[in-house]
């Protein structure tokens, strides 16, 4: 296995942090961040090594990111990405819109002027990973939006269902940065601070799913499973400072 096939240079361990939540945290991060691709085989020994751990904790959060549906623990011990068919695909975005439009709709009576600058940053962040190009921090910085978001409700049920979503889309995510520009052309996250502002509840769940139909779902199901099946990851076109430019939210 490539040692240079993940990268988890964004993380560090804490100091009360046991090795099993560790590597299961790193292996998460990895997924979410569209870093482990369609085709990529992965060990235990392989994922031990990259983390200087043994191979026990690797064991079990594999373990526990197989039932949440993000790996395949094959029979061989080699751990997959699991397949996604075109229905799978459509299944998979109408339950992010389904479940994302209620919380945000849930969370609208709980978003207060200090939850408003925290998207605002987070938004800013997203904006410069862009600049950079850093794919991995547009991907976590939108989710983190999105979960920003959420969990202005005191009792955010749904966020734990939604992260289950993005992982079984995280191989997907990266994939779907090539071309973005293209696609998505209206920042979506302005339209969503804007309709919180108003307390607008229609249009919070209208730009909601926008923004998961323009920045996941935008291409056809053909073209975008053709892509994960070639695992067509290297020399992505991913946007730059101009594309932020272009959308006038430069901050």
Request: negative net charge.
């Amino acid at each position: 296995m490539k040692k240079t096939a993940i990268r988890f240079d964004k993380l560090s361990r804490t100091e009360d942090e046991t090795a099993q939540e560790w590597v299961y945290r790193a292996l998460r991060f990895a997924v979410m961040s569209g870093q482990v691709q369609p085709g990529l085989a992965l060990t235990i020994r392989g994922i031990a090594d990259m983390l200087d751990v043994s191979s026990m904790p690797v064991r079990e959060a594999l373990r526990r990111l197989t039932s949440e549906g993000a790996l395949l623990l094959k029979a061989n011990r080699r751990i997959m990405v699991p397949d996604i068919v075109p229905a799978k695909l459509v299944e998979l975005i109408e339950m992010r819109i389904l479940l994302e439009c209620h919380a945000a709709e849930r969370a609208l009576p709980y978003v207060n002027d200090k939850k408003l600058d925290e998207l605002k940053a987070l938004n800013d962040e997203q904006n410069h990973a862009f600049e950079a190009p850093d794919p991995e921090g547009i991907i976590l910085n939108n989710l983190a939006f999105h979960k920003c978001l959420y969990s202005a409700h005191p009792f955010p049920a749904c966020i734990p269902m939604i992260e289950q979503i993005w992982l079984q889309l995280g191989p997907l995510h990266r994939l779907a940065l090539a071309n973005f520009e293209t696609h998505y052309i209206k920042d979506r996250h302005i339209e969503i601070m804007q309709a919180l502002k108003t307390h607008n509840s229609f249009g919070l769940k209208a730009a909601i799913e926008a923004d998961i139909r323009d920045g996941a779902g935008y291409m056809t199901q053909t073209e975008l499973l053709e892509r994960y099946n070639r695992a067509e990851t290297d020399n992505l076109s991913i946007p730059g400072h101009d594309y932020i430019d272009r959308l006038g939210v430069k901050s």
